[in-house]
């Protein structure tokens, strides 16, 4: 069965720091991966990674993938109390275009 | 620039009534999707449709009926809410280029059902 393990499910840190949230995958016929962040509505896109060993990078944020151990990161430097939020992970299909959702990491930075 | 707009964006009702949570969106996306998210199990596919008149069920679609007539609408309906059905609702939409595209979410429908 597809599935998507993220981790840590939660995670406490203070601004200033960096933060590494993971997220790996058991899915066939992977297409790519994309990287969301809710805060209290919608989820927002981030990020999509579909080639190994090449980051992405949007600001403070990161995100690289390895398509060989099956995994992703998302880095977060210099945390903000704007960084709070749930951080999903979500792989794309092949066959239909279908998302296979984690369930996601929450995030609370303390000032 | 709208994007995609959900309504109402809550909503109480009572067990076997029947609801109907709209999505509508400005892009001409092709695809558009249905979750719901609930605490324990993240988001969940309810039914997705590839283009008007298209729909496909998803990971989780017992309870729930769509259709998509014209592109910019799919609307959801429960068609005898049940108590099990309280969750927030999240509609979606993306684009078909051949290649992968993000999807791009409403604000979602709180509901809940007594």
């Known amino acids: 069965e597809d599935k998507v393990v993220q981790s840590p499910l939660s995670l406490v840190v203070h601004e200033g720091d960096t933060v590494t949230l993971n997220c790996s995958y058991e899915?066939?016929?992977?297409?790519?991966l994309l990287w969301y962040k809710q805060e209290k509505k919608a989820p927002t896109f981030l990020f999509m990674l579909t080639s190994s060993g090449i980051e992405k990078k949007s600001g403070r944020l990161s995100s690289i993938l390895d398509k060989k151990e099956l995994f992703s990161i998302l880095n977060i430097t210099a945390t903000q109390t704007g960084d709070s939020a749930i951080y999903l992970c979500?792989?794309?299909?092949?066959?239909?275009?279908?998302?296979?959702w984690g369930a996601g990491t929450k995030l609370i930075i303390k000032p | 620039d709208a994007g995609i707009t959900q309504s109402p964006r809550y909503k109480i009702t009572e067990t076997g009534r029947q609801v109907t949570l709209m999505c509508h969106q400005t892009?001409?996306?092709?695809?558009m999707f249905w979750y719901r998210q609930d605490l324990g199990h993240g988001l969940r596919l309810i039914y997705y449709?590839?283009?008007?008149?298209?729909?496909d069920k998803g990971e989780v679609p017992d309870g729930y009926v769509v259709s998509r007539s014209k592109t910019e609408n799919f609307p959801l309906t429960l068609e005898s809410a049940t108590r099990s059905q309280t969750s927030v609702y999240f509609c979606a939409s993306s684009e078909w280029t051949g290649q992968s595209q993000p999807q791009h979410f409403g604000d979602g429908t709180r509901l809940s059902i007594l």
């Open positions: 979500a792989v794309e299909r092949d066959s239909n275009y279908q998302l296979i």
């Open positions: 899915v066939t016929n992977f297409r790519s």
């Open positions: 892009w001409s996306h092709s695809y």
């Open positions: 449709s590839a283009a008007a008149d298209i729909t």
